[in-house]
């Protein structure tokens, strides 16, 4: 039998803001644990929280650029479930009247890890504020030392949690979405969203049923996933097992299991019957939140260009490919050190455009993921990148020449002008010396030359490469192409 399977994703987000939540401790990452705690954050007799504005304006902007609906009016509820973490033993979130509803994000499906065209839209049920829990580190030792700290930093830090619709179809439309949703939230400067650090966390919900059916099967939460990657394999383990399950006999329990990254696979953490029963019920300490319309509007109208539309303006404005479009603005940044190289480079931007691009995602991507960096710290940086492709583009540099001035670059930081005049690497371009090499190279290389006067167009290639060697690489191409067709005419 064949089988479809039916996947949904419950995002949490933790929100850019300086103070917690509820209160206004610190959310500073990495600091000694249970340093940024507080009575209201631990949960001490009497205490009251008061509700962060700004994360409440971080969740109205990411409503809107999710095509959300903002409740004017959303209530605040008490999530009941003890945990060592927990110091109050509950949560504070939302449940029946969430802050914002009814939303959507458009995907752009890959195929061999490369967008195209085609789209598929992702229903988002609901997008909500609570606070995080604490976090529990567990010793690795005998039996007789086992022991858990616990650190309450985390406590109170704001989340927005992001529910989608069971519209996802496979492993890769979920890596998909997931990587869509956090270039948006990074767009519109709400969040971080560092798995590592875990600001962006994710939950999966799987089912498989088949093919054609419309009914959803029996659902399984997949936890503990800390990487875009872990999410897509982990979700092509789950739907695996279920599918092997069900054509060897057995029934799919509905129950919650734990991703291990190591082992690749999953194993069982709570059965339904063992599933919590929250015990909702209205948070008293905190009247029901009520916006007005017009405060939500000026939100509203403040999110900027999103990464779909400057997808789009890159390819009409710099005449770029769909796809090194998508690469560019999948970040904002990346985005940003595009258009600030191609507005210093003094070539025409119809000349540099593409170069830039090519250079960008091929060789600069190239060096920050090989040595695990982001663009912020680059060596390279926009204007000195710029000045190596206006070198190009007027000639003064060939394609060879200026990835060796590249590598320099990165490793010095310096400018390509004075990386060129130290080294002595400036393009020949002067006719007469070429005609020397090209001359030379038709000598040492007879066979290539006669291959090419018998019209083999290939052979060229050869010589080309020979000229290029007397002269170490710093003829002009263009000029010695040309120079070695009119001698071989």
Known sequence: MNYESVIGLEVHVQLKTESKLF??????????PNSNICPVCCGYPGVLPV????????????AAALNCRVNERSIFARKQYFYPDLPKNYQISQYELPLAEKGCLEIFRTADNKPVEKRA?????????????GKLLHSIGSRELEYSLVDLNRTGIPLMEIVSEPDLRSPQEAQDYLACLKSILQYIGVSDCDMEKGTLRCDANISIRPQGAQTLGTKVELKNMNSFRGVRDAVEYEITRQIEAVDSGEKIVQETRLWDPDKRRSR???????A???????????????LERGWISSIEKSIPELPALRKERFELEYQLSGYDAS?????KLLADYFESSVSLCKAPRETCAKPLSNWITSDLLGRLNAENKSIPVSPVTPENLARLVGLICGGTLSGKIAKDVFDEMWRSGQNPENIVKEKGLVQVSDVSEIEKWAA?????????AAEYKSGKEKALGALVGAVMKLSKGKANPEKVNQIL????K
């Open 440 to 448: 030379e190279a038709i000598t040492a290389n007879s066979k290539a």
């Open 51 to 62: 509700l962060n504005k700004k994360a409440v304006e971080s969740l109205v902007k990411a």
């Open 276 to 290: 919590h029963d929250y015990r909702y019920f209205p948070e008293p300490d905190l009247l029901p939140l009520v």
């Open 327 to 331: 690469v560019l603005t999948a970040d």
């Open 121 to 133: 839209r992702i229903g988002i049920t609901r997008i909500h504020l609570e606070e995080d829990a």
């Open 268 to 274: 069982p953490m709570r059965s339904k019957e063992e």
């Open 485 to 488: 067709k009119d001698k071989l």
């Open 23 to 32: 209160c206004s401790c610190p959310t500073v990452f990495g600091s000694g």
